[in-house]
């Protein structure tokens, strides 16, 4: 039996253009999931007398280059040669354009797809920094999708004309997937910055958090990162890389060494579209954390129990990262060496714990006037700092 491909059409809602007259235009349809067998097309359309021409263009996944796959010029429509018997364009350049798919290929077909609709025929768009001093005759448009009401991916295209500006309308995005796959959401983690980047010694110096997104199927998916709830919006040349049948994914965000030692979180959201709508996975990671310490008195129990003439106290450091910290107890003040017992710190998800033990004689603790405390020092990359854990007296 031969096996099917089903094909993911993706159209996102109307881009609005930073030009004059290019807000009245639209897009149909907003989403939809068809298959090989299907009428496969997308429309666009304008509002605009002045406008006269609408053209389509195709960007592949690993490719920053817009090729031009056809426009129509009034009533006429015209191919480039490489595309003309696998799409056709119809409509009417003054207010509809209409792209059919004729041949369905999942090599050649996957990609973003734009319509564009200008007054003249010597328009063609390149990627461009959004900062470059292009000057007359250049227009920065910037393009946003919008997945539950957040902006999550900036392009920035650059348009040249010989008259007026081009105004770019709409985009949409299309690949195909395997129906006997399982369609699945990504695993996301966020990584800390290396250990080498936060030993530099520049206070200016920045730290790379790393986003990875792995095991989802198919890949259609977009990063989007926040600090503390803000969004931050990074720019990524990563793509989705096909590893053992699914798809994987990285994204990094570039910060300031202080705020992350300063312990703010870091989100990263990847949005996976299941079919039927955009769906956020995330993962979380806080910066430098100072630990919680607390001491913990002898079990109520232990002193009670048989041929027991001494008793345990414990200190418990959580919360903390990273693991750098040494443990020391004292009693009346004195740093204590017998009786201690300290374990390594162990990673509880994304912070770090540890745990310390003293051992006394039963008179001592039972005496009213000692006191004992546990002094955690935390290292945070930069400086010691001392984290006193509660006092504890024994009063009979």
């Known amino acids: 039996m031969s096996r099917i491909l089903l094909l993911f059409l993706l159209i996102f809602l109307p881009v609005l253009a930073e030009a004059s007259k290019s807000n009245d235009v639209a897009q149909t349809p907003p989403e939809m999931l068809v298959s090989p067998v299907d009428s496969v097309k997308l429309t666009c359309s304008h509002s605009n007398s002045d406008f006269y021409m609408i053209q389509w ?8 280059a817009l090729k031009l796959i056809g426009y129509v010029r009034y009533d006429s429509p015209s191919m480039e040669g490489s595309y ?9 350049g003054r207010k509809e354009s209409v792209l059919h798919f004729v041949k369905l290929s999942l090599g050649e077909d996957t990609g973003v797809y734009y319509c564009a609709a200008s007054e003249a025929q010597e328009n063609y768009l390149f990627l461009c920094d959004d900062l470059a ?4 005759g250049a227009t920065v448009i910037h393009l946003h999708r919008d997945a539950v009401q957040k902006p999550i991916a900036y392009r920035h ?14 985009f949409s995005s299309m690949s195909f997937t395997d129906p006997q796959k399982e369609i699945r959401g990504p695993v996301v983690e966020v990584l800390p910055p290396s250990e080498a980047e936060l030993c530099k010694k520049k206070k200016k110096d920045n730290v790379t958090l790393l986003c990875v997104a792995k095991n989802f199927y198919p890949d259609h998916v977009y990063v989007s990162w926040e600090i503390d709830n803000d969004v931050k919006r990074e720019k990524t040349k990563d793509v989705p ?8 994914i990285s994204s990094r965000l570039r910060v300031p060494k202080k705020d992350w030692k300063s312990g703010k979180k870091f989100t990263c959201i990847v949005y996976y579209y299941n079919g039927t ?4 996975f995330q993962d979380s990671i806080s910066g430098v954390r100072k630990p919680k310490v607390k001491v913990l008195p002898p079990s109520p129990k232990e002193p009670c129990w048989v041929r027991r003439n001494s008793v345990t106290l414990v200190c418990v450091a959580t919360d903390f990262y990273p693991d750098h910290v040494t443990v020391s107890w004292k009693i009346n003040g004195e740093k204590q060496s017998t009786g201690v017992g300290t374990g390594v710190a162990q990673r509880v998800n994304k912070s770090y714990s540890i745990s310390s033990q003293l051992r006394v ?12 405390s546990c002094s955690v020092i935390f290292y945070n990359g930069t400086h010691y700092i001392p984290r006193l854990g509660l006092k504890g007296t024994y009063l009979i």
């Open 361 to 372: 004689k039963m008179s001592t603790w039972q005496n009213p006037i000692n006191t004992f």
């Open 277 to 280: 709508g955009y769906e956020p």
């Open 57 to 64: 263009y195709q960007k592949s996944p690993r490719d920053t």
């Open 133 to 136: 001093p292009w000057g007359q």
């Open 84 to 92: 003309a018997g696998h799409f056709s364009v119809t409509g009417d």
């Open 241 to 248: 890389i096909e590893k053992d049948g699914n798809y994987i």
């Open 157 to 170: 295209y650059c348009v040249k004309s010989t008259q007026k500006v081009l105004a770019l309308i709409s």
